[in-house]
């Protein structure tokens, strides 16, 4: 059984550019949440997807934005960069059935300049 | 608002002494309390669920235990492979099924 992945490991970018970053959920795990966390601190949730849709958001600007895919994978999109938005994300996914375990991804290493 | 709290914020313990950490919350209807590991620059590995007070789960050398306001986790006789830093999380019985952190708990066991 694969567990989450997470694409790519490391990302350096510059204060204004856009990133995507991706996210393959546990086999049969229909629900995706992205969590952001920055050095020394506890992950910090973003949003959550349920059958493409956005079940849920925590206090982030717009310029977070996501998708989900039919085969439940996940993109998290990050527009006009900042400073703060240097972190590790991570996402997570969760089986069907009530099950409300979140299995954690590697993560990606996001690094703004 | 949903809040979880841990202490310490960091402990380092002598190989086979056990101890525990602590994870204080408040939440508005509790769905589930979470406990997870997290090794340097990785992503969390998830340990135990607990669901109502009283409850206790055990793996390997750890075990957690649930009441109204807190949780804890013990470990017993911890090996150096052991040192990571221990997450609690809440997530509430309304709305999305988010994760609520605390800071963690950075566990070292020198040998």
């Known amino acids: 059984e694969t567990g989450v992945t997470q694409s790519p490991t490391h990302l350096i970018k510059t204060r204004g550019q856009q990133v995507t970053l991706r996210c393959s959920s546990q086999s049969g795990h229909n629900t995706v949440s992205w969590y952001q966390q920055a050095l020394g601190q506890g992950p910090q949730f973003i949003f959550q997807?349920?059958?493409?849709?956005?079940?849920g958001r925590g206090n982030f600007p717009p310029r977070f934005s996501g998708l989900q895919f039919p085969n439940y994978s996940s993109e998290l999109n990050v527009n006009a960069l900042e400073l703060d938005d240097s972190a590790l994300y991570l996402c997570?996914?969760?089986?069907?059935?009530?099950?409300?375990?979140?299995?954690f991804g590697p993560g990606t290493r996001l690094t703004v300049t | 608002e949903d809040q979880v709290t841990q202490s310490p914020e960091a402990l380092r313990l002598q190989e086979g002494e056990s101890s525990s950490l602590n994870c204080s919350y408040t939440v508005s209807g509790l769905r589930g309390l979470f406990w997870y590991r997290q090794d340097p620059g990785k992503g969390p590995e998830f340990l135990f669920t607990?669901?109502?007070a009283g409850e206790e789960k055990e793996k390997e050398r750890l075990k957690a235990t649930l009441t109204k306001k807190e949780s804890f986790l013990h470990i017993t006789a911890p090996k150096p492979e052991d040192s990571a830093t221990y997450l609690c999380?809440?997530?509430?019985?309304?709305?999305?099924?988010?994760?609520?952190f605390g800071q963690g708990t950075r566990l070292t066991i020198n040998p």
């Open positions: 997570a996914s969760s089986p069907p059935g009530g099950g409300y375990e979140q299995y």
């Open positions: 607990l669901y109502s």
């Open positions: 999380a809440v997530q509430a019985a309304q709305g999305a099924q988010k994760l609520v």
């Open positions: 997807y349920y059958r493409e849709e956005e079940n």
